[in-house]
């Protein structure tokens, strides 16, 4: 940048020069006007250089600024990723130590109830103040113990026991909160399911109801068609031929044989005839029940 400058100097000067020489020759501009606009002309070129020199040192510092920014961003994301990669890291190994510590602290409690377990006490005062005597531990988990003595079994809960007792019987706040949550839960889950039973039965019931009230029906149906058949058949019955039947007299005097009617609303009627008719036309009679010659009166 400063041989820059320096050759616009020595263009400056040799400019400058020139003019000396053409006044030096008698040029005809020699007037006011013209040192004026010459004056004028050399100090813009003077400016303009200088403004152009002040842009080049600008430009340049933000070049270097914007480099050293550029490099200050690499570093910076190489640490970023660098630190992530060791977080990642340092997440793993406190989900692995938790993970030990819980099955340390498990593998203490489980020790701690089992050397409890069976253990046996002349009396033993819980938390309330009453007391159980001849004391014989049965069982403890996460919810509290149960104990056997002398009037029959107990189970102690959590909020029962005294400080010491639940560090002898290896009771923990946090598992018994637990244990309780999960009691609630089973309790709720049990009551839903005797629900559905009671539900489901109450149905069964109902439609056993509804079969032997439809069956009951159907017996009813079956006798009413049996007592119309055994009616339809001893009206079959009672309607018989009318030659099987007695016969009646007819006439007021005189011998007459007998005529049949028919058991029907309505019939023929026939008339009866003396005896001094042929036998063939008496046979003919009891044959079809009319007279040869002649014909039935219908009986409305």
């Given amino acids: 940048m400063q041989l820059i400058h320096l050759k616009r100097s020595a263009l400056h000067l040799f400019a400058t020069a020139t003019a000396l020489l053409v006044i030096g020759c008698g040029d005809k501009r020699l007037d006011s006007a013209w040192w004026q606009g010459e004056e ?93 005597r001849a004391v014989t531990v049965s069982g403890i ?20 026991l005294t400080a010491d007792q639940k560090h002898i019987f290896g009771l923990e706040e946090d598992l018994a909160v637990a244990a309780e949550g999960q009691e609630k839960q089973d309790a709720v889950a049990y009551e839903r399911w005797v629900s559905n039973q009671m539900v489901a039965v109450k149905a069964d019931e109902q439609k056993s109801a509804d079969e032997a009230r439809e069956r009951e029906l159907n017996a009813d149906r079956q006798r009413a068609f049996a007592a119309a058949a055994a009616a ?10 009318p030659l099987a039947r007695e016969s009646r007299s007819s006439g007021s005097s005189g011998k007459y044989y007998y005529h049949y009617r028919s058991a029907r609303s309505y019939g023929p009627v026939y008339r009866a005839y003396r005896s001094s008719r042929s036998n063939g036309s008496q046979m003919h009679y009891l044959k079809t029940g009319r007279m040869p010659g002649t014909t039935p009166t219908p009986n409305y």
């Fill in 40 to 132: 004028e002309r050399i100090g813009l070129e003077n400016d303009l250089q200088l403004k152009t020199f002040r842009y080049d040192q600008v430009y340049t510092d933000d070049v270097n600024q914007l480099d050293a920014l550029n490099e200050s961003n690499e570093t910076s994301g190489a640490r970023l990723t660098t630190l992530r990669a060791q977080r990642m890291e340092l997440a793993a190994s406190v989900i692995s130590l938790e993970s030990q510590r819980g099955e340390i602290r498990r593998t203490a409690i489980l020790g701690q109830r089992e050397r409890a377990k069976g253990g046996t006490f002349e009396e033993l005062t819980v938390l309330s103040g009453k007391t159980f």
């Fill in 141 to 160: 988990d996460d919810a509290g113990v149960t104990i056997r003595h002398e009037h029959g079994s107990a189970k102690l809960r959590f909020d029962d």
């Fill in 232 to 241: 339809s058949r001893t009206q079959v019955s009672t309607n018989t031929s």
